[in-house]
Structures are given as C-alpha cells and as structure tokens.
C-alpha cells in the first residue's frame, strides 16, 4: 500500500509584468496582464520529506532582473526544514527558477531523468534561444553531482519512495517531469511545467516556451490522468490561482497546504 503524503506549496518570487502573450500561444487578448507565481513544493509522509524543485536565489534573481521575496532554501525553514537536512530532491526540469541553489542541499540525492541531462548538455544547447531558460552553473553544478555520486537518472515513470512517483512528458524541456503523489484524499498530480497555469491544460493552450508541442499538448492528457481525473487534483507550476484555491499552511504568508484539496468553492 503507497504511503500518504501531505503536499504544501512555497512561494518565493512572483512576475507581475507580464502579459497573456507570454503565457499562451494562440491567446485572444495577448496584450492583456497576466501575472506569475513561483513555487517550490515540500512533500512529508511521517519523518521522510522529499523536496520538489529548489527554485532560484537572489544572485539569479539580479542576473535576470527577475528578484525575488525569499530565498527558497530559507523558505522551508516555514515547514520546520533546514535545506542541509534535505535527503531527496526531485528535480522536475534544469531550468533556472527550478534548479538553482543546489549546492545548498549537501545531504540530497537528486532525482532527475536522462532526457533532461543530455539535453542541457548536449547540441541544442549550441543555440542562444535554447540556452535561456537554463543557467550554465546549475548545469555544471548537476554534472559535478553526478560524478560525485548523488544523481538518481529516471528514464520515463519510476518510483522515487513509496507513494511518489516521476513520469517524463517532455514539452517544455525535453526531460521536463511531474510528480504523481498518494494522499489520503486521493491521488495529487504536481504539475510544475507541464501546465504552467490552469489554462494551459483545461483550455489547451500551450506555453511559449516549448521544445516540442506535441509532447506538451499530450502531457495536458497525463497530467489530468495523474490528478485521478480531477482538475482540481492537478496543480499547475506558476498559477497565482493555487494561491486562491487551496488554503494557507501555518502563519508565514507563503505556503499552501495542497493535499487536502481546494477550498470551498476553489
């Protein structure tokens, strides 16, 4: 029997100037404002937790003109964590606002698939427009982990504990994978990049940035099956609305407890 797992969402950065047009491809109103979150997620089952994604830092933050709220690995610190307690860390794509600051975490094994290691290292990355979302120190920073032995390579769907499991859909990022996790209110479905908003699977919208559309068009239908068929069981990586639909974990301001499901009319 999978063990239950309680899921909590933790914001550390926003992007409000931004518009529909940098969220959707094929959007009728392409001018109008369209805001960001971004989030890592924290899964615990008794005395085991797993991290999912380790968003990025203030350093990032300046490089890109992207800052932000708080420092991801201190954010935990709101769930009771310290991030050099942190023993597994699921990282769904190599992207910079997912897999920064990672030598913050000197005690994780870091779960990754193969897919997305070949391609953040491989001849695509021979092209500006590929390179950008990816940081060349977070990649250098994976690969030094790899030789030193704290890589789990997924190829497809494996089990990362009882209860967690990895499935590639690709899209985004070419090893992009989501996070399916037993609950006691039924299965969860973190979506991260595959659906960065709501919109983007309900309605089938893709996002702009995207390596390969039909891998992200059929990763919608994944995505809604991991949630058991339930929307409201898929939580889109970026969505300020998660903010609105589940309720507020603790007194901080900036975690959401996911597991138990939405809120009243969420």
Known sequence: MDQHWEVYAVKYADRNARVRGDSFIFDDHPAAPHGMDFFVWVLRSGDRTILVDTGYDEGEGARRDRPILRDPAVALGALGLAAETVETVIITHLHYDHAGGLDRYPMATFHLQEAEMAYATGPCMCHPAMQMPFTADHVCEMVRHVYSGRVAFHKGSAEVAPGVRVHRTGGH????????????????????????????????????????????????????????????????????????????????????????????GG
């Open 173 to 264: 990022s070419r090893g992009l994978q989501v996070v399916e996790v037993a609950t006691a209110t039924g299965p969860l479905c973190l979506a991260s990049d595959a659906a960065h908003f709501y919109e983007n699977f309900q309605a089938g919208k893709p996002f702009p940035i995207v390596i390969d559309l039909e891998d992200m068009l059929e990763g919608f239908k994944v995505i809604r099956r991991l949630g058991g068929g339930d929307d409201a069981r898929v939580i889109p990586g970026h969505d300020p609305l998660v903010r609105e639909r589940f309720p507020e974990a603790g007194t901080s301001g900036f975690v959401w407890r996911l597991d138990k499901g939405p809120v009243a």
